[in-house]
């Protein structure tokens, strides 16, 4: 196995353990951070819908603030933070879109009020009042009423892949532990550990 790969595997592994933690309410939760086209970061939490040797996904609207950065900047870096269990997995890379077929069967899947509301809200545009957004998403309820609820074509998924990836884990003292892996600009990966 090749060190991405490992890296990989080994945030699967850890993910595994997070998703079997009961005192963690939601081990797909994670830190984007992106960086808009003026160079000022962002970050916000987003759920990671799918992991696998092509990367990290993540699915939004793509006239989202996140949307608009990553247009400009396709880079991004994740942080997931599983306190319970002392670990953290730091991911940075290069951002790809998923592609359409990828896309809708995720969308698909999606509970009806979930995709209704890919289609109602104008993600990270100003909105007059809740009750606007709740008469949009009535309309649309009434609109796709005895249909199914097609993807919005603004509404896709992201995947990141990985260039950077380091593990966490705590240790007493502070004296923590910290694994890195990371890429070089010819594509060669590394390993090596780095000081708490």
């Known amino acids: 196995m090749n060190l991405r790969n490992e890296a990989i595997q080994r945030f699967r592994d850890w993910f595994d353990q997070a998703r079997d933690c009961e005192s963690i309410a939601d081990a797909t939760a994670m830190t984007l951070s992106t960086v808009s086209p003026h160079g000022q970061p962002a970050a916000r939490t987003v759920l990671l819908k799918q992991v696998d040797e092509r990367g990290f996904v993540f699915y939004t609207n793509r006239r989202s603030r996140k949307g608009q950065h990553l247009a400009a900047n396709p880079r991004a870096a994740l ?4 306190p319970p269990l002392g670990l953290q997995v730091l ?15 995720y969308f698909a899947s999606r509970p009806r009020l979930s995709q209704i509301g890919a289609w109602a809200s104008e993600q990270s545009r100003p909105l007059e009042s809740p009750e606007v957004l709740a008469e949009r998403v009535a309309e649309l309820e009434r609109e796709y009423e005895g249909v199914t609820v097609p993807r919005p074509p603004h509404w896709s998924g992201y995947r990141v892949d990985p260039q950077f990836m380091e593990f966490w884990s705590a240790g007493d003292g502070r004296l923590h532990r910290r694994e890195r892996y990371e890429a070089d600009a ?8 780095v000081n708490p």
């Open 186 to 193: 010819g594509g060669a990966w590394s390993h090596c550990f």
């Open 91 to 105: 991911v940075e890379g290069t951002v790809t879109d998923v592609g359409d077929e990828e896309a809708d069967a």
């Open 79 to 82: 942080c997931f933070y599983w």
